[in-house]
């Protein structure tokens, strides 16, 4: 197990198309994250899943984005009719409870750049 | 509403002089935080940590300082290389273990 790993890395989209982004975690993290960053700008929090609940979605979210973690492995990150202004690095996160510690630290993937043209 | 927040956005420093970026929150239910560091294109990884029962922790040539009454912590690095040239993050986590709040990160350049 190498670590996070997303696909694609990059995605190019015209506006008003759907895309779908999946993210493979390390391996019995139980928790998963979603994040996105801009240019000049932290990694922005989307949604977390703790095994396959989503227990809490960023109230920036809009209803265009959804995410999955069906079996409490993968997780799959939907945008929807896209817009310009989603063109950013979506990243995806691991964590687990190391030893039954809660606070550890999160791992990332190398994300996926999304481009809406 | 910026509960973590990075006023430095760049440093510049020599090589092998003291590297120190500062780090903010406005939380006091953050009880762990973080340091990442970023290249271009890639993803986060992950330097050093610091639960809210420390006040430092250290690491090889990273320091981290946690002050919980100025809410302030900082990343000392000594000594300071070119290959640490990167964006770097602080992060801060609530009890329980949930989501990790992001600063806007700093710029640091070493120069030979």
């Known amino acids: 197990d190498t670590g996070v790993s997303q696909n694609p890395r990059h995605k190019i989209t015209k506006r008003g198309q759907n895309v779908t982004f999946r993210c493979d975690p390390i391996?019995?993290?139980?928790?998963l994250y979603w994040y996105r960053q801009t240019l000049g700008q932290g990694p922005e929090f989307l949604t977390y899943f703790q095994n396959e609940a989503q227990l809490e979605k960023s109230r920036l979210l809009s209803d265009r984005f959804s995410a999955e973690r069906p079996k409490g492995s993968f997780s799959t990150l939907e945008i929807q009719r896209t817009e310009q202004g989603d063109s950013a690095m979506y990243l995806c996160?691991?964590?687990?409870?190391?030893?039954?510690?809660?606070?550890?630290?999160?791992?990332f993937g190398q994300g996926t750049r999304l481009t809406v043209v | 509403d910026q509960q973590v927040k990075q006023n430095s956005p760049s440093l510049s420093v020599q090589e092998g002089r003291i590297s120190i970026l500062n780090c903010d929150y406005t939380n006091s239910m953050f009880d762990y935080f973080l340091w990442y560091k970023k290249y271009p294109a890639e993803g986060p990884t992950f330097l050093i940590s610091?639960?809210?029962?420390?006040d430092k922790n250290e690491d090889g040539r990273f320091t981290v300082f946690l002050n919980k009454s100025a809410k302030h912590l900082s990343l000392h690095i000594v000594p300071s290389q070119p290959g640490d040239s990167a964006v770097y993050f602080c992060a801060a986590s609530a009890v329980g273990g949930g989501k990790l709040i992001f600063g806007q990160g700093t710029e640091l350049s070493v120069k030979p």
């Open positions: 996160a691991s964590r687990s409870r190391a030893g039954g510690k809660m606070n550890t630290e999160a791992f």
């Open positions: 610091i639960s809210s029962i420390k």
């Open positions: 391996s019995e993290h139980n928790r």
